[in-house]
């Protein structure tokens, strides 16, 4: 079991010069502990006006990278999620300059604990009755860039900080070998995220990974992830229409948040609820100029706290 918890298993950009923390052949299996996001930094005594100390460096550290003998530029790595366990605890975070509706919304930090498979917050004023499954997933998974370095957010087409919810146990991701061994890393482990992760972060939480990895020789040009989603029943979906996509889902964000503001939920809860069980997806994109933008909640998880539609 490789321990992310230990800074030297950790690296903090995406460059070719990082040194390998372990060596694998093709098909080898392997287990991990990953922190979460923060890297340890927030925890659960933490207030809002905690989130001035952190240190936002250490965001989206990723544990490796992992050498994959026999792996070389042009191949392409599959990464197999034999199982995942999210940590007990987590957090979710509105936070200045940060996410699609930056600038909105004063910074808010909160907590979630894990009871019976469900998501609840710490805070029983905010979000009161609702109950988000656990569906943990990984947030990062990449390979080394051929050359250059880069910062841990912003994904790449080696992979990196993609937040796929797709990346779940029994899926499969491809990716890309610009570099001899691949140098495979993990990282940002989430309880729940919707599509789109609106306020820039889900249920944030630690986790411990099986992962089998397999080399390919074809070429991959970006990520690809095969895997499966079951989404219940009805939603609530809220447009977004306009000749920009950014601005369109903008706007569905905030006819979502005006919608439950008619349900008593405050703004700051309904922006979070979208980042962690919301789904923002395209619905029109061919009839120009105008494009069409859902962002869409499951039903289930608001009737469960008493909001009915």
């Given at each position: 079991m490789i321990d992310g918890n230990l800074r030297e298993n950790l690296h903090f950009k995406w460059s070719p010069h990082n040194s390998e923390?372990?060596?694998?052949?093709?098909g080898d299996r392997v287990k991990l502990k990953i922190p979460d996001s923060s890297i340890n930094q927030i925890h659960g005594n933490m207030k809002t006006e905690d989130l001035a100390n952190i240190d936002s460096y250490l965001f989206d550290g990723a544990v490796g990278p992992i050498y994959v003998e026999g792996s070389k530029p042009g191949d392409s790595i599959s990464v197999e999620i034999i199982d995942i366990k999210s940590g007990s605890s987590g957090w979710s975070a509105i936070i200045k300059d940060f996410g699609l509706l930056k600038n909105i919304f004063p910074e808010k930090l909160i907590m979630w604990k894990k009871i019976d498979d469900y998501w609840i917050c710490t805070d029983h004023k905010f979000l009161s009755g609702i109950k988000i499954p656990d569906e943990p997933f990984l947030g990062v998974i990449?390979?080394?860039p051929g050359s250059g370095e880069y910062g841990m957010i912003p994904p790449q087409n080696f992979g990196g900080?993609?937040?796929n919810r797709m990346a779940r146990k029994g899926s499969k991701?491809?990716?890309?070998?610009?570099k001899e061994g691949a140098m495979l890393s993990f990282g940002d482990p989430h309880g729940h995220q919707g599509d789109g992760e609106v306020c820039g972060t889900a249920i944030e939480t630690s986790a411990e990974i099986e992962v089998r990895i397999g080399?390919?020789?074809e070429k991959y040009e970006m990520p690809v992830v095969i895997g499966q989603i079951q989404d219940s029943g009805r939603r609530v979906c809220a447009s977004g229409i306009g000749n920009d996509l950014y601005g369109a889902s903008r706007d569905a964000v905030l006819s979502m948040i005006h919608i439950l503001e008619?349900?008593?939920?405050t703004p700051e809860e309904s922006y979070?609820?979208?980042?962690?069980?919301?789904?923002?997806?395209i619905r029109e994109i061919v009839d120009e100029p105008n494009f069409v933008v859902n962002m869409c909640l499951d039903l289930?998880?608001?009737e469960r706290a008493g909001i009915y539609f």
């Open positions: 923390i372990l060596r694998i052949r093709d990449g390979t080394s900080n993609m937040d991701i491809v990716l890309p070998v610009l080399l390919l020789k008619g349900k008593n939920l979070i609820l979208m980042s962690v069980a919301g789904n923002l997806s289930s998880i608001l």
